[in-house]
Every structure is written in structure tokens, then in C-alpha cells.
């Protein structure tokens, strides 16, 4: 694997599926396999499942870490070119990130949409300047348009906690406060279809998502319907994509909840989210706290998901230099 | 020892002081036992010592730590029951705790008093809701009500230092322009109680601590007859405990510092204070910079103690795992 | 080596970059040399290569690493001495820097100048106090004068890229909108003098450098006639080290600019500069994208640098220790 960045990167999901049941029987197996390898961890963006669980999915192969928090302790980057840069922003991204790939064997970035421009947006302009510009290995710790570490995790807990070889898989819109990017549900979509799974998408009207992502997924309006005989329910909010709303947040209607009323609608469904959670706004506190919930064991799956990832990246590397 | 709460989870305390010397003796002669643990230090408040003295002594039993402070780079937590989440918090405690556990062998956890509500604060919620809900280990590293590894550290410090059997120790409160938690001064009454020496506490009126921490001390209001014939002198601000006044600051009485003139009514005393420390609100620099003055010895064994309390944690782990 | 703080503690500097070539052929040859050493970074102003090179330099050493950002997750730190403690500062430096000593075998710091006092910026009073209180080697990151690790890695670069025995280097004097030390700039003139090389120092009229630093260099107020010939084009703002002016930014004289005419001027010399730069302020885009440009070289040289310093402050510990 040279990035990953999608479920592209991750080669057949069997084998990946197969590894990722591999480092659950043994994190250790191959405890000096990152022997003198850096994976630098790069966040423009807040952070918890994904900071901790990657770091340890790295040392527990052997490689070190270093994390740098962009708006902490670093310069204020510059992301846009050919500017005069007289302003508060003390360094360039051109520079920045061919500097990180000077130290690191491996970068793991998180840049979240800016949600103001769609082309720079779906352009993924930060991410793919890392990948220009590093010369190393790059690892999407979740960026404008996708979260392929929490979609991996999502996949690897679904197959853990399925009943049957083909379950319902509904995606849900659910209400927020504020504008959130498209990335996680982008992602999830993308990883179930590839999966070969069937997924159910239901969102109220100008919710609707990239067609790059949701291509053979059903859309369904009513979400009471959707979620009939659902097996596994999986709730985010998301931003509109559609122009000419796009980044923006149509509104929150609060009747789009999940709770105990809305889960007796379905086949007795596990309930999924990714994490951070807004508690009765976006799910009620009992659905989340029933013995139904997987959200924890999807924020565990996170280092599994993280080791399989950086164990192929290392392998990549050896091959490379061998 | 599974938790690290009180002085009560480290058992004897002639063993724990012999455990000490022992680690003294040699930092580094169980350099492998922590190996493939992960300890992960969270701090809701700021720290210099506790982190930095915490970390070494993990990374001295070869365990891997990673530190998070939750106002930087995280997600801001909500930590009440039963709300709606539409604020500025955007993850809770019920789902941070747990994916913490997910992510590490042991957590230590450092959360002030609110100073707002006596029974929040002495209920102690942030700490045992790691304890409840991690699944884990955990250490405090001070919370609400102590501070258990700074008390350790005093404890080593006293024994290291005495040149009588049973020397008078007394604490003293001491002014500071902030209103603080009473962890600190509960706790060291607490672990030198326990360790059976007499205890004097000296402190104006309506600063009374709890007595379930202080218990068997001599309560001297007049802090000129409390010093007369002290070895030890410990030095701490803190809040009012007592009802009307819980969490404080009645005033900041310039008359209690502690200066070269207090000294001399002690009987050669040593100063102690778990820094940081207010110079010249607190003690004078004239007594900080004595020789008599014990802090940085204090700071030094806090390296001692959390390593005591860490093998101690990894033997417990082992135990289980076998 | 008992502190690296200037071109003065690193030795003969044909040893010195013997050495560097050693580590660049296998930075893992020494890769247990720091086992059981704790190398901390203190952090009094914001960094991205520093931080990242010198933590990678000492794990290829096997040296453990622990970062403090002191304006995150610890206590504000007081340095005047003698003063009252009741403002927002918890801390003094005398605490701290002993405190950090405790729990670190090496220490490297950076503290910027503050600019307002010729006399506290060159008395060096923060590196000064790590060296007299801390009782561990002490590594600057940058101090109020001097920049040695970037110099350092200047040096290297500068071998590396030579086609002459004795090349033309020219340091120039650019515009940038905040005032800035002088620190890399003396550091660069004093390494390269030390050398043994021709430096001309050229920059508008009031922005003379102590002449400690730059004894031996011709200083040229003609950028353009500085330029002609040159092998090496250094480009760096400072503000003012003479007085009345000491600190200030007097101008940010746009014409300074390096861009392709002016380096048409030169022996088609490379391009220098120690990053973060300011685009078409400091230097034109199409100089920097140029592949006549080293700052990417200069900062990969900068782990070298580091672990060049730190192998030879671990030999000295080991040494002392036998």
C-alpha cells in the first residue's frame, strides 16, 4: 500500500478483513516490524478516537510517534499559493510538509472540509498537496471528503456482530447543532457498497450526498421507512452537498433522532455511530446506553483498523528498499 | 493494586517506602515489565510535575505513554447526565472514558475540584467515572479530593530527610490570590496519619479541612505556636472546605507566609510545598532558597512514586493476565 | 560536550561534520546509545522543524523524548526574580527549571528574544538559567542570539553543495512584516566565519549586528553589489540590534527582496534560508520553487545537526558516569 487515503487503497476487503482478525488475536505478532519508522500524526482538526488509537495501532508495531497539533505549539500554515504572505500565517504548506516528510517515514494527516468551497473541498486540496509534497507514505486521519480508518473500523464491527450473511445496513441522517462535513457518511457509503453489501441511505430532501459515493445505495425519504428490518442503524449528521446549499445546514430537525420509538422499527439493529456523539440530539440517551449500541466496539475496532493499515505501509516500505 | 486513588490502594506503607528505595537504588532494573502496555495520562487541568514525573517513570518500566490534554487538540467533554448536547461540548465522559479504555492498558487522570459544589467535588464524578467506566486501571494523578502521588513523594521526602524517629510535622495554610482545591493539603494529612507520625495543622478560622482526612491531627489555630519545635514545615493554600463557605477564598491573610522569621521558631525545620508555589505570597525567597528547603527533592521523588505505583499496576495486570 | 549553546561547544568543525556524514550514512548506528535517556524539549515559542528534527534525532539515538509547550498544559512561568507572586504566573523558573532537571537527563530549550531589552536578550537570561539550575546538559532550540542546531545544519548544507573550495556566501538582510531576532543571523555569520569562510553580510543602513558575531565579515550596504559573484544567496530579516533602535522593525524595505533578477546578479548561487519564510515577502515564489533553492536540504540537515549534538552530549554523560 503506497496511501491510503479510500477503500481503494486497501486492496480486496476479504484479505484486509482477514488481517484486521489477525491483529485482534495478537496486536504483538509483529511488535519490531516498525523498527526504526516514524509515523508522524498531523491535525489541523480536533481529535481523540483518532489520535490515541492510531498511535497505539503504530507502537504496538514497533514504530515511534510524533503528533503535531497544527494550532498548537506549530506556525499558522499558508494553504493557498501565490500569495504575499504578510498577513498572521508564518509558513507555507509548500514548505511545511516537505519539511514533516524530511523527519517521518510515514505521514498521517487530518484536514477536515472547510466547507465553504465544494472544488476545494472534493479537490482535497490539503491532503493531496501531502501527498505531493512529502515524498512518504500519507494515512488520511480523515480528510475534507472521507474518514477511511473509521469506515474500515465501521466494517471490520459489522461483520464482527452480523446475524446474518446479508444484513440491512440503513444510514441515517441525524440533527446537529452546527455545519459537519460530508466525509463520514461519504466514506461509510463507500466502504458497504464495496463490501458488496446492500445500504439503505435515508435523509430529509437536499441532504443528498456525492453520487461518487452513494452510487447503488437506495434513497429513501422517509426515514421510518428505511429503517424497516434494519440489522444494523448507523446515524450521522452531515452538511448539505447538493448546490446551491452547499457546507451549509439546512436545518436540524429534531424528528430525526434515533430513539427507542424509531429502533422498534427495525429487525432488532445494532445502533452505529462514529464518534463524537451529541446525546439526545442526535441519538437518545437509551438507544445509546442500550446493550444494542456498538459505538465502543467501533472506536476499538479504530487501532485494529490503524494496525492493519500501518503494518501494510511498513511492508511497502521494506519491499521498497529491499 | 488496582486502582490508585488514596493512600489506602497502596497498602502497607513500610513495604511501599522499601519499594521506593528499591527503585531508587536502580530506575531502570525492570525496564521490560511494562513492555506492550500503554499508559494514557488525561489532564483536564494544567500540569508540569505530575506529567513530566509520570511519564518517566512509565517509560523507566518500558511502557508506552501518550498524554492528552483535553483542552488541547481534543473535543471539549460534557460531562453531566441526561442533556440535550446542543452546546459547544461535542463529546461526552459516558463515550470518552470508555474509547480511552479501549486504547490503553492503564489511565491516570488529573480533574480539580470544580469548587462550586461540595458534593460534585467530593463525589468525586470525574475520577470515578474512569474507574466505573474505563475498564481499566487508573491513576489519579490529583483529583478532585487528593492528590495521592504528590503525598507519596512527601512521604519519601520525610523519611529521607528526618533525624528524629517522630518528627512534628505541621501544615500550614499559607495566602494565595486564587481560590484552590483542598486535594492537596487532605491528602498529605491522609498518607502522614497513616504513616503514623503526628500530624499539626495550623490555619486561620472557617478553613477547616474535612475531618475525614484529618482526623487524629492537632488543629492549632495560632500558626506561631503550631511551628514552635517542627522539623517539617509543609506549606499549602487552600480553599474554604466548611459550609457556608465551600471553595472560598475568605481572604488571602498576608500575616500566614512563611519567612525566615517563622522558621526560627521551628526547631531547625525543613520547608516543604508540592509546587508550584506563589514566592513571596506563600514563603518568602529567602526561606524558598534555603537550604532547608525540601521542594525540589519533593519533585524529584514524584519520578519515585508513580513508578512504585506503576509496577505496582503492571505486577496486578501480569497477575490477572496469566 | 557538556552544553551545545554555540559554534564554541561543538569542537573542531571538521570533526563536527565528519561526524555529520557518519550519521547521514546510518542514522541507526548508534541506535542504543541513549538507552535509559530522557531528552525534554521545553518550548517557550512555537516550532515545526526544531521540535520534529531534534525528537527524531534523539529516538534514532534510542534516547526517550518528552516535549513541553509551556503556554499548553502547564502552569505560566515567572522569570523576573525577587517579585510578589500574585498575578497569573503560578510558577517561577527557579522551581521549574530545577523541577525539569529532575526527570530529564539532557534538556533542550527554546526561548526567543523579547525584544525590548538589548540587555536580558543578550545576557541570554533564560538558556543561562536552564545551564546554572537545571544540573543537566542543556541543548538551545534557538535562544535570544543564537540558533546553533540551524547553523549547524547551515554548515552541512553548505559542504554539500559547494563547488568551490572557498565560495562567495552572502547574507542578506529581507523584509518581513514583524519584528525579529537577530538569533539565526548571528549564528549563521559566527559558524561560517568559524570556518574558515569569506562572509559578506549585506542590509539597509541601522540594521548593523553585534559585531561579535559578525567580526571578520565584509558588510556591504548594496544588496546588489553584495550579490555579485555569490555562491550562496542566505536570505533573513532581523529587526534592529543598534541602538536606539534595538528590536524594532525600522522598515520592511520591499525592494530587499530576493527574487530571480537579483539572483541573476549572483554565480547562479543556491538559495538559503532557515524556514518558516514568508512567500514574496522575504523571497519570490519562483526563487523558493527554484531548483537552485536548499531549505528543504537545510532542514532535512537538521535532524543530522541534532543527532550530532546529542551523540556527543550522550558520550560525555557516559563518560562522566564511568
Known sequence: MKHFTSVQDIGPLEQALAKAREVKKDKFAHADAGKHLTLLLVFFNASL??????????????????VLNI?????????????????????????????MGCYADVIGVRSFAGLTSKEEDY??????????????????????TRHPLQSFADLITIEEYKTVAKPKIVLTWAPHPS?????????????ILTAGYSLTI???????????????????????????????????N???????????RLHGDPSWIINERKM????????????????????????LDSPRSLVIPQAANRE???????????????????
Open 179 to 191: 455545519a459537519l462535513p460530508q466525509a463520514v457518511a461519504n466514506s461509510f457509503a463507500e466502504w
Open 71 to 99: 494550532k498548537e505549539g506549530a506556525w499558522l500554515l499558508e494553504t493557498q499559493h501565490g500569495v504575499v504572505m504578510d498577513g498572521d500565517k508564518a509558513e507555507h504548506l509548500l514548505e511545511a510538509i516537505p519539511v
Open 238 to 248: 452531515w452538511s448539505a452537498y447538493q448546490d446551491p446549499f452547499y457546507g451549509k
Open 264 to 287: 422498534a422499527l427495525t429487525d432488532n439493529a445494532r445502533f452505529m455511530h462514529c464518534l463524537p456523539v451529541r446525546r439526545n440530539v442526535v441519538v437518545s440517551d437509551k438507544v
Open 202 to 236: 435515508t435523509h430529509p430532501k437536499n441532504y443528498e450526498l456525492h453520487n461518487a459515493f452513494t452510487a447503488g445505495a437506495d434513497i429513501v425519504y422517509d426515514q421510518e421507512e428505511a429503517l424497516q428490518g434494519a440489522h444494523f442503524v448507523y446515524a450521522k
Open 123 to 144: 479537490g482535497e486540496t490539503v491532503l493531496n498537496q501531502f501527498i505531493r509534497y512529502s515524498g512518504k507514505p500519507v494515512i488520511s486521519l480523515e480528510s475534507a
Open 49 to 66: 478516537r483518532t489520535r490515541l488509537s492510531t498511535q497505539k495501532a503504530a507502537e504496538n508495531l514497533g514504530m515511534q510517534v510524533m
Open 304 to 322: 485494529i483498523a490503524a494496525q492493519v493499515v500501518c503494518k501494510s505501509i511498513i511492508d511497502s516500505i521494506k519491499t521498497k528498499s529491499i
